[in-house]
């Protein structure tokens, strides 16, 4: 039995072992900045959602933030999705039916998952093999491609 839930602080960095299991590069500074300025938690616009066994030990988490679409208003844009792959797992189902409503009760109107390359992994446990048909079976379809560039960061004065 899995629950879902928002977390942030100390929980927020409890949950990078998770994601860092798919997201290996994420650097556990880069992370803790996520969560130092006040729009993380239960009401801001970004925040982090932690699927749980009984125990309390995460099998599935990501990242998301609500954005402004000018076609479709607000939409919930998901990223950094991670869990353990190990067999006959409901967590993932569980993380995408509290994705669902979690949109739903933030008022948007749309979900987009973003796709990040370092999910790819060569060892079974550290990648979401069947991402593919996870994202079907919960009615999401192919809707955009995205480009990604590297930008050396000004010095500050």
């Known amino acids: 039995m899995f629950t879902a839930r928002l977390v942030h602080g100390a929980d927020a960095m409890a949950a990078l072992g998770i994601v860092r299991i798919c997201h290996p590069d994420i650097e556990i500074e880069n ?29 599935a988490a990501c990242l998301f933030r609500i954005a402004l679409d000018p076609r479709f208003g607000r939409r919930l844009e998901v990223s950094y999705l991670s869990r353990a792959d190990l067999p006959a ?22 979900i987009v998952i973003e796709d990040a390359d370092s999910r790819i992994a060569a060892e079974r446990m550290t990648s979401w093999t069947d991402i593919g048909q996870v994202l079907t079976d919960h009615h999401f379809r192919p809707g955009s491609v995205g480009f990604v560039k590297s930008v050396a960061v000004a010095p500050t004065a």
Do not use: K, N, P
């Not at 797992?89 to 569980?94: C, F, I, L, R």
């Open 31 to 59: 992370w803790r900045a996520l969560f130092d300025h006040d729009e993380a938690g239960d009401s801001g616009h970004f925040g982090c959602v932690v699927v749980a066994d009984q125990r309390g030990y995460a099998h």
């Open 89 to 110: 797992s409901t967590a993932s189902d569980v993380l995408f039916d509290f994705i669902d409503s979690l949109a739903a009760r933030r008022g948007c109107t749309q």
